[in-house]
């Protein structure tokens, strides 16, 4: 039924044509349909609350995209928020301790325990190289010890021979002794599938616990599972204490709402995916892969993403455009600056040319780093208008003062002077380089490097001169326009103005 | 106990049955589209679904709206709808006395509880003395069948199997023909657990339905698919798939006696309309029970069946 939820939401908005910042009713809006798609996804209904509320406040006043409609703007704020819950603090197995690293695995009956029990024996086996055995303490699904000793012999890792007598607690005392005496690195204890409700078996997961001593406590759980997950996920957080979380059944084709409840709940990682019934097929779990999974709105998240890449083009553009002709003074710099703190980092400045990992690479190399861009922009918030607009004025006793004012050296206001001067120098030298013939000529004639943009740290722009030189379109970009900007979806005007 | 009461008891232990949800929603209060909201939510968290919960509380608006009411007089009406549903899709699993033998297969998704069923469908038809044949055709997951065997010998049905990786279809025919010639009354096979979207398992499922035809074209007399009570939505992409590849007859819901509630059932029922026949209330085979739909609703929504 949500196949057409981007229609209706689409109908929602249109003739709306604006941009600006999100509205209450914006928000409003379009999360009323995000929630059904959330529920429609399985996820449990306490769960979506808490997460409609988290959203809404992130959500309110956030800024809305050239040529991405509010409700569109929403969706990506909301499959963020989905990426960050599912994401948040995953780690390694910590199976790196005084041997034997002990692993206990429950959950539901049929949630896939056992399966996954051999699958981790033997991805510790060979991604970890540890020497792993498996112990079934299952003395009530009739067939469970045999499917383990399969398992074990099919992935070569040891396994505690079975005795019939035993209760599972005694069965894991014996695993945990002779896990030691043969010199294991990690046990991984299999229990018997228990009902979260049932009193009695919980209390034996309790003991069970207690005595092994578990640096890992799994709870195996179906991507198929509804509204019981807020249960389970309860119940076994409470009752037993997780610290992390299998989801299994992910090569199936449900949204797998269940994921966002259970992380929800517990608070524990989701740690790994299972995705079928070979021993092999347990992958690490993708935060993004899943959030795109339960929303089911790839479609609008990818809209968004391509108008947000095709705006930082524009910009790209424009300094490009700014630098052709040589007119590139501190405040442009400051600007930059600025963009570059705003978008979260260094990198996203040159990467604001898709294309140039190479030159964020070397730039990190060099030191360049964010409390650098701070006291950058402090020299430059220390400088007055008209030094900011001719360099040339900064005198000695100005620098000093510079310095003085931005809490930093009279050497860091030079080095900031020398690069600036390096970078407008070059840029010149493009500009005049180029001349009529454009840009792209330039660029593309991808001669020699120009000077280091950044205190002659060795920035290539060879990169660069790539980029613009195989621009899709095949042509010069527009710069006067800016109306070729390939890619973007049918619908989507690239010209709209705010 | 009754399955029923097992299942109210189940209910009870959670603290999020339906009538939690809904008591203090109603109280003394109009019933407006807050009220609606919280109806809706509370059938929403039994897995009814978004869809079936809207048409179900829309119901319920057309004669409520407005009104003042109190809970158990809004659950009781709640409950009748729910049953009306479901209540036309009541119905036995007989083994007929025409087809010799009946043939019934159980398919599903890996986990949902298909050998426990079969085995206790096992112990449940040798007990109504017809002479049973198991056949343990998942012949993929490690110790299927040596789990059937164990329901086997408990009930002293034979079991056939082959060893594992085996050709399921191979050895179901083979089942077949041996029943022919035994007067087996009832074949009951056990199928591996396949997700519904690979589609190389459902070829693997469609050539055993192809096989049993062979023989039968009228069989599988009874094709069920068998559907964990915690499932979510997925349930009804899982029965279109099943459906397509092996004739889905009807439905068995088993784990009901956890904390999920398996209103999914509902779900299904307003979409395909096929019988539910079963629904597994504990471990024991005599806690596979026939499915009421009165019974159901009510203990859905976290009613008793003597108010």
Redesign the interface.
Known sequence: MFDSLKDKLQSVFSGLGRTGALSETDVNTALRDVRLALLDADVAVPVVKQFMELIREKAIGAAVLKSVRPDQQVIKIVNDGLQEILGGDAEELKVDVTPPAVILMTGLQGSGKTTTAGKLAQFLKIKRKKRVMLASLDMTRPAARDQLRILSEQAEVGILPEDDKQTPLQLAKRAIKSAELQGYDVLILDTAGRQSIDDGLMEELVAIKSVSNPVETLLVADALTGQDAVNTATAFKSKIGISGIILTRLDGDARGGAALSMRQITGCPIKFAGVGEKLDALEAFDPARMASRILDMGDVVALVEKAAEAIEQEEAMRMAQRMAKGKFDLNDFLSQLRQLKKMGGVGSLLGMLPGIGKINKQLAAAGVDDSMINRQEAIILSMTKKERASVGLLNASRRKRIAFGSGTSVQEVNRLVKQYQDMARMMKKMGTKAGAAGLKAMLGSGTNSPPGVFGGSGVDLDAMSKQFGSSKSGGLPNLGGMTNLGGLPPGINPNRKK | MSWLKKLTE?LK??S?SAKSKLSGIFIGKKIDADTMESLE?AL????L???ASQKIVKEFEKNYSGKTSDQEEILEALSKSISNILEPLEKELIVSDVHHPHIMMLVG?????KTTTAGKLAKRFSQQGKKVILVAADT?????I??L???AEKTSVELISAE?GADPAALIYQSIEKARIQKTDLILIDTAGR????TELMEELAKIVRVIKKLEPEAPHDSLIVL????????L?QLKAFLSVAAITGLIMT?L?????G??LVALAEEFGLPIHLIGVG?TAEDLQDFNAIAYSRALLGLTLED
């Open positions: 189940g232990k959670t999020s939510e929403i968290s039994s897995d679904g978004v869809s998704v890996n986990g949902s509880g993929f997951r490690a110790a299927a040596e789990q065997r164990g329901w594992r997700l519904q979207n690979r964990d009570g915690t499932v979510g939505q997925n349930a992409s784990k006696d956890g904390s999920a509630r209103g999914v471990e």
